[in-house]
């Protein structure tokens, strides 16, 4: 199973909005709702902000959205705050035995 | 409040074995299942293994098939992953983490705070 391919790094303004995109196949990300994204800050572990493509976890600011057409699947981050200085990675429910799949991250700058 | 406190890494030789353990409270730990995910240092998320909320179904990534053991004892809520026939490949950090469902769905809701594996001679 290779992982899902995302940009190495995006970077915004504070305020600006940001889209990370998440590449897979029909096989992972264009076959099933269970799209997930998570946000790492430095020697943290990583932390659920959108599960089943677009659905928030309580306490989890609106500011993130997620959403998915065909085999890629995006986070959006809305009016960019220094605090979403972070690495954030996609994954996906794969099927089979090789059940999970983990995007390459994204490194998220606040200019 | 959903705890998760991973044990057991270290420094082992290649070759060697090690078991890594976690407690889980806070929660119906029978109810969900759980997995391990691992990151390289300065690297990203690898899902390793995972595990159905009764036990009964396991699920490996290729690179650790046939070397890695996940299991679970409900009654002491402990998730467990025994690493046998470790490489050098195998340095990380391994997180524990629950699932959002009884069967794997590779969504987590919660994480542990990591434990070191490190495979040098």
């Known amino acids: 199973q290779s992982a899902l391919t995302q940009p190495r790094s995006v970077s915004g303004s504070p305020g600006q909005s940001v889209t990370i995109s998440c590449t897979g196949t029909?096989?992972?990300?264009?076959?099933?709702?269970?799209v997930s994204w998570y946000q790492q800050h430095p020697g943290k572990a990583p932390i659920l902000i959108i599960y089943?493509?677009?659905k928030r976890p309580s306490g989890v600011p609106d500011r993130f959205s997620g959403s998915k057409s065909g085999n890629t699947a995006s986070l959006t981050v809305s009016g960019l705050q220094a605090e979403d200085e972070a690495d954030y990675y996609c994954?996906?429910?794969?099927?089979?035995?090789?059940?999970?799949?983990f995007g390459t991250g994204t490194k998220v700058t606040v200019l | 409040e959903v705890q998760l406190l991973e044990s057991g890494g270290g420094l082992v030789q290649p070759g060697g074995s090690l078991r890594l353990s976690c407690a889980a409270s806070?929660?119906?730990?029978?109810?969900?299942?759980m997995g391990w995910v691992r990151q390289t240092p300065g690297e990203g998320l690898e899902w390793v293994s995972g595990?159905?909320?009764?036990?009964?179904?396991?699920y490996y990534a290729d690179s650790v098939k046939g070397r890695f053991t996940i299991s679970r004892d409900n009654p002491k809520n402990t998730l467990y992953l025994e690493m046998n026939s470790l490489r050098a490949e195998d340095t990380a950090v391994y997180y524990c983490?629950?699932?959002?469902?009884?069967?794997?769905?590779?969504?987590?809701?919660?994480w542990g705070q990591g434990t070191l594996v490190t495979v040098s001679s």
């Open positions: 089943e493509v677009n």
């Open positions: 983490a629950k699932d959002l469902l009884y069967t794997p769905s590779i969504t987590f809701d919660h």
């Open positions: 994954s996906s429910y794969a099927g089979g035995n090789n059940l999970g799949v």
């Open positions: 595990i159905s909320g009764g036990g009964d179904s396991t």
């Open positions: 029909s096989s992972d990300v264009g076959g099933y709702v269970y």
């Open positions: 806070g929660f119906t730990f029978s109810r969900y299942a």
